[in-house]
């Protein structure tokens, strides 16, 4: 029996674009998971770009912490979490321990009342159990719990039983202690982590003294599969939509300005 | 007043109040009682029709606790262990039950105590009342030996030999005493002193449905107990299902070797009748439960049920179809199972703009409103509460703070928005106080805190930090 003669190095095809991405879906089917579900897009054509598959994996779990002055009570990244949810469909189960949530503000980024359903666990340790039993629950929109301690194994856990039933998990680090402020910065199994803080409001115009339209600096810390990147981006509208703010994206074409400095 | 036939001696069965005041009572000849009081009303005793209204009343009595049994012929068993805060304290529960028996026209004496044969012994001997706990024996000593349901001939003994009460009895030396007594009058002791374990046979209502399994030789693995619950469960829900009931609430049973028992209960937020969801309700309880040296016999009892007529519940991969209403009550089921029902909840918006009273706790499947809160005011994600005070400088009196010190870090601010006032609601029952102006205020690291000043400045108001935007 002969073997077909080997081909020269000049007739392997080139390294496309195309190619990759047919092997990119073939190692997803051969993972299996997330197959089927389409990636959920932020409406940013940077941010979307960046992600891979074009936007936040869908059946998978992603983490959210904040940094900023007030980082312990997390108002930014709730409202961030919270958003995903909203344009995520069907209902959305929000396990917490303390009672600091205030559920009007979770309106502003379009989270109805009536899709929230909160389990209160006594102790941190309660809560994963309560984000699991959720995940296992087809038909929810995402499962939102606020955690301080995630070890690698309950992550992993977690993710499997996003991916089993298509249930987005979202997790909101929460931390009371300089000590417990160090464990959001360990590993996990989640696909994304995000880290939210907010940013100086646009200026306001000279007569109109007050807060402009809320900004958030977002950085993608960790992705599986894509890089690490920074934005500043608009917070939500009452849609759960962000946008990049006026200044940036309207701002005169910067290339002559360049140009006639480098002059 | 009724009367029993014993061979061709009638003797008084029971007698009314009214008799018992003239004299009557029960074990008196009838020829005697109609000599005393001419023309007695007599009924024939009727021992079966008695028995019947003793359950009948054992079943009414299920209101104040789940594990009731009738003790012929003239008691009720109740236990109230952990039902008696319902009605504040075990004596308000007596004088709960009390009175509704006594508008019932039923005449009832009634005593709390740590042991069944306690409480026995002083509803009937002392007239009731609640023994505290830990003072059994000191009740129970000064009570006649009548009183510990042992059979009138010792008692007939015991009065020969001059032991009346039984604190007498229990003084005495105790292998003499039983071999002259017999052990059931020992047992008895124990009982009525808390000594013994006696365990009351609850009465479970015959219209409920129930599985049982007694098992040849007693389990006490967990695996093996999970699986027994999956079998009850299935068995449950085929007696169930024809029925045309879905169960809300659900006992189980287990019955150890050592006849101690341990009973779990789960609670559904929607009537079902799915075998597998509600065994998986009871396993994480089961690893709580001791099994001790195994258990013998278990039983699920579906002690709440409502009809449940039959319906398409699901038609999920069918192309197309998108279930806008998506069926929770399983998801909430367990959940609640898990850190209780009242931990599991929807919040609804109330009409209002007092920040801590805008949302209210509802049942996490109470009917959905379209209600929102006003989406043009903007509120912050996290609240504190209780508010906490900061230091706030302000360039002049009225103006929005330019400096605030919360947990000793100074804030410097770079916009503010406001005042918004919010007044107190008397109709809310608020006393009537100053009214808060909040303000919205960003500082100069990105930071937005939602403060109120609780008076005018003028009035020497304070800053208070109220919550954080996004």
């Known amino acids: 029996m002969s073997l077909p003669p080997r081909p020269s190095l000049s007739a392997v095809p080139s390294v496309t674009s195309a190619t990759v991405a047919a092997l990119r879906r073939q190692i997803e089917r051969l993972e299996g998971g997330a197959q089927a579900r389409a990636p959920l897009p932020f409406g940013i054509a940077g941010l979307d770009d960046h992600l891979p598959g074009g936007g936040l994996a869908r059946g998978a779990l992603h983490e959210a912490v904040e940094a900023g002055p007030a980082a312990e009570f997390a108002g930014s990244a709730t409202l961030f979490t919270a958003g995903i949810a909203t344009r995520l469909e069907g209902p959305v189960l929000w396990c917490l321990t303390r009672r600091d949530l205030f559920a009007p503000g979770l309106a502003a980024a379009g989270l109805v009342p009536g899709r929230i359903i909160y389990a209160e666990a006594g102790r941190d340790r309660e809560v994963l159990p309560l984000v699991e039993e959720g995940l296992r629950e087809r038909g929810l929109a995402a499962v939102v719990g606020e955690v301080t301690r995630l070890s690698l194994i309950a992550s992993r856990r977690l993710q499997l039983a996003a991916e089993a039933s298509g249930v987005t998990a979202l997790l909101l680090r929460r931390w009371w202690t300089v000590a417990e402020k160090d464990l959001a910065a360990l590993p996990s199994a989640a696909v994304t982590r995000w880290r939210i803080a907010p940013a100086a409001t646009e200026p306001a115009p000279a007569p109109a003294p007050g807060l402009g339209r809320v900004q958030w600096q977002v950085d993608l810390v960790r992705c599986r599969g894509g890089a690490p990147r920074s934005w500043i981006l608009e917070a939500y509208d009452a849609t759960g939509r962000l946008a990049l703010p006026a200044s940036l994206a309207r701002r005169p074409d910067q290339t002559p300005i360049r140009r006639a400095a480098a002059q | ?470």
Not at chain 2, 179 to 204: S, T, W
Not at chain 2, 324 to 345: C, I, N, Q
Request: proline share 9%; hydrophobic share 45%.
């Open chain 2, 1 to 470: 007043m009724t009367v029993q036939t014993a061979g061709s001696r009638r003797t008084i069965a029971a007698a009314c109040p009214a008799a018992q005041r003239l004299g009557l009572h029960a074990g008196m000849a009838v020829a005697q009682a109609q000599a005393m009081v001419p023309g007695l009303h007599v009924w024939g005793a009727t021992p079966e029709e008695d028995e019947a209204a003793l359950r009948e009343l054992a079943r009414w009595a299920t209101g104040y606790s789940p594990v009731v049994a009738p003790d012929p012929h003239d008691g009720v068993w109740i236990d109230i262990a952990g039902c008696a805060h319902l009605y504040g304290s075990e004596e308000a529960l007596l004088e709960h039950l009390l009175g509704r028996l006594n508008g019932q026209g039923v005449t009832a004496r009634a005593a709390v105590a740590d042991s069944p044969g306690a409480a026995w012994a002083v509803a009937r001997f002392r007239g009731g009342g609640v023994i505290p706990v830990g003072r059994s024996v000191d009740a129970v000593a000064t009570l006649p030996v009548a009183a510990l349901r042992i059979a009138p001939a010792i008692v007939a003994v015991m009065q020969r030999l001059g032991v009346e009460r039984v604190g007498q009895l229990a003084a005495m030396p105790r292998p003499p005493m039983v071999r002259r007594f017999g052990k059931d009058v020992a047992l008895r002791l124990d009982q009525a002193m808390g000594h013994a374990f006696e365990p009351i046979n609850p009465l479970i209502p015959e219209e409920t449905p129930l599985s049982t399994i007694a098992f040849p030789e007693p389990i006490g693995r967990l695996e093996a107990l999970k699986d027994v619950v999956r079998r009850l469960a299935e068995d449950l829900c085929a007696q169930l299902l024809r029925r045309g009931q879905g169960v809300r609430r659900l006992d189980l049973i287990l019955r150890r070797v050592d006849q101690k028992g341990a009973n779990l209960r789960v609670g559904t937020a929607r009537a079902t009748r799915d075998a597998p969801h509600l065994a998986k309700l009871f396993d994480e309880r089961l690893e709580t439960v001791d099994p001790g040296f195994g258990i013998e016999e278990m039983v699920l009892v579906a002690s709440k049920v409502e009809p449940l007529s039959e319906t398409q519940t699901e038609a999920r991969g069918i192309a197309g179809v998108s279930a806008p209403d998506v069926d929770m009550s399983r998801l909430v089921d367990r959940l609640s199972a898990k850190v209780g029902a009242h931990r599991v909840y929807r919040l609804e918006p109330v009409q209002t703009l007092v920040p801590e009273r805008m949302a209210r706790k509802v049942p996490a499947l109470a009917p959905v409103t379209d209600a929102t809160w006003p989406e043009n005011l903007p509120r912050p994600t996290r609240l504190l509460d209780p508010p906490e005070p900061v230091v706030a400088m302000a360039l002049l009196p009225d103006h929005p703070p330019a400096l605030i010190v919360w947990r000793k870090v100074r804030h410097k601010v770079t916009h503010a928005d406001g005042p918004e006032r919010i007044a107190p609601e008397w109709w809310a029952g608020d006393t009537d106080g100053p009214s808060r102006d909040y303000y919205r205020l960003e500082t100069d690291r990105g930071g937005r805190f939602w403060v109120y000043r609780d008076a005018p400045a003028a009035e020497g108001g304070r800053w208070w930090l109220h919550g954080f935007f996004a």
